[in-house]
């Protein structure tokens, strides 16, 4: 079998991190055992076999593995029974095919879990928006009443100025007849002459 090569430590991963970990775990040593069939009959390892032995695989992610992989030396005197060969081979398979569908899953259910996150902030977006909606009405119908409230106090001012004018118009009257009547009560010193001026009609009959 191949060696792969060890990979520096990471700190915790979350759950999609994990499923691409797996899912890229599982292409890289799958591709190194394609590389060690080939190698154990003889052939070099290249895209184009891999490829067609795997029956699946881009040009750089079979290149990137490729280069990942350490060809070991087949000692003949270890080779293995064909039934037993071809037994681990189906083992081998079955295990990265289990491995592929967790893999698969794993990337499922953390698309369902985003999916379902982002549906929520949507949601929540839409009720952000209706709330917005609402006070920018509430504030339009508060600028209304205010700007009516206004109105109103101007039309008071007006009228409170109409009435100030009015008041001394009429002071200014009654401070001229009060002037009128102690002119004309000043000018005659007989009593009866006051009354007369005063009373005319009464005086006459």
Known sequence: MSRRKADAPKGPV????????????????????????LNSEGLKPSYKLIRERRGSGSWSTINKYLGTWIPQEVD???ELPDDLGRLLT?????????????????????????A?????????????EGD??????RAE???????????QLV??????????????????ELKALRAQIETSLSGSQDPSSRIARLYPK???A
Not at 132 to 137: E, I, P, T
């Open 90 to 114: 189906s083992v081998g398979k079955e295990f990265w095919s289990t491995a592929m569908r967790i893999a698969l899953k794993e990337k499922i259910d953390a698309g369902e879990a985003w």
């Open 155 to 172: 039309h008071q001012q007006v009228e409170n100025n109409r009435l100030s004018l009015l008041v001394s118009e009429m002071t200014g």
């Open 76 to 78: 003949p005197s270890l």
């Open 141 to 151: 119908g508060a600028e209304s009443q205010v700007a009516s409230l206004r109105a």
């Open 14 to 37: 979350g759950p999609e991190e994990a499923a691409s970990a797996i899912e890229k775990s599982a292409v890289e040593l799958d591709i190194h055992r394609v590389c060690d069939e």
């Open 132 to 137: 917005l909606d609402r006070a920018q009405s």
């Open 202 to 204: 009464e005086q006459s």
């Open 116 to 128: 379902e996150r982002e549906a929520e902030l949507l949601l929540a977006i839409q009720h952000g």
